[in-house]
């Protein structure tokens, strides 16, 4: 027998689905919030599975919201609601009194004015300031949002740090880092260039004052953050806003819209998870794979295996020897090479905010191995912390990058013109003419493309 009907409502963003189910008399009856690992498909097809198995008794009506949820409702003939006005539903009917709703989303960031009409500002191309750049300075932390959270409760200082890029923020972390401050202070201090990078960017000189409301996840998950935006926003305590719920407020939204439609059986939902289940894109823009056949792969390795540095055994070397160490905005790599520039060691790891400390452990496990007949020479630094190695190591030579760079490529190309390096939040491309370097062209306001960018998407699809 079909029982009353249940009102759904999913917000697919860009890194989380959220779901909320209401009974008739609008009450939650069932709520969660889940990472999609950029798998939105299999994450919705989730969700909806469950609610079939759970209430299997019950029509429903259905609403999707949210970045990633528009080709998936036009797919099923669901109908979509545009987020702002999902979110102006939710906002009417749970905190009516709300003036102005600040949102931060995995890789949006929206700051809504609530008057005669409704004005949204939101981030465009760039990510900066939102859950992902979160993210993504925790790791140079070697922490996670979480932890960056739990950091700030104990801070005393709050430094200067852009965040409308990764790659800005990184390069004022890093020389914190190197000379002591405290990981608490810096932690604030990322969240302050947030509060920074949305109130400036967003807000652009308007006035963010009355009743202020914050939603989205790192705002309801994060209260450090949210502290950073009311001391900012110089907020009394009786205009702060924070809903129960907060993350799940536009799927709230999308959830009373959805009342406004026909309901369907959960026979017709089932038909309908099916058809997403086995819907195969076919797009005609996808790029041709590098490889064909695996002839072609055999070949490609064949080729690159010709570009390789000759190697000796450290364990029985006797001679001088020489020590290179590269201090990158990520990683420290550390070789030790004969006279004839003959590899003997190498080393590469992750600097986790502690460059000198890294390349002094990298140094220990090397003299630990080295024959008392190897002698070492002469040591060169060169890479972000060039001059930092030099001065706490006493090394003798502190290189800049691009001339080591030309210097390593000229052994395996003697006429090489070009050199592309991309490294953990830069990327270079030097130009070579008459045996010197005569251009060089740098990335200056955004990672996006280097290591530190894959390493994020990575995560992102749970790899």
Partial sequence: MIKDTLHVGLDVGSTTVKIVVMNENKEIIYKDYRRHFSD??????????????KYENFNITLALTGSGAMAVADFLGIPFIQEVVACKRAVEYYIPKTDVVIELGGEDAKIIYFDKSIEQRMNGTCAGGTGAFLDQMATLLNTDTYGLNELSKNHNTVYPIASRCGVFAKTDIQPLLNEGAAKEDI??????????QTISGLACGRPIKGHVAFLGGPLSYLPELRERFIETLNLKDEEIIIPEDAHLLVAKGATLDSINYNPISIQKLKSKIELLKNYHEDSSDSLAPLFTVEEEYEQFKKRHAKNVIPKRDLKNYKGKCFIGIDSGSTTSKLV???????????????????PIQTVIGMLKDLYKIMPKEAEICYSGSTGYGEKLIQ?????????????????????????????????????????????????????EACSSGCGSFMETIAKNINL
């Fill in 40 to 53: 939105t498909r299999k994450t919705i097809c989730d969700f909806l599975e469950e609610i079939a198995e």
């Fill in 187 to 196: 932690a604030t201090s990322i969240f302050q260039a947030v509060v920074n």
């Fill in 336 to 354: 030790l090479i004969d006279e004839k520039g003959a590899l003997l060691y190498s080393a590469y790891k992750s600097n986790e905010g502690k």
């Fill in 391 to 443: 001065t706490g190591l006493n090394v003798e030579l502190n290189e800049i990058e691009t001339i080591a760079h030309y210097t390593a490529a000229k052994i395996f190309s003697p006429n090489a013109t070009s050199i592309v390096d991309i490294g953990g939040q830069d990327m270079k491309y030097i130009k070579i003419k008459n045996n010197a370097i005569d251009n060089i062209m740098l990335n």
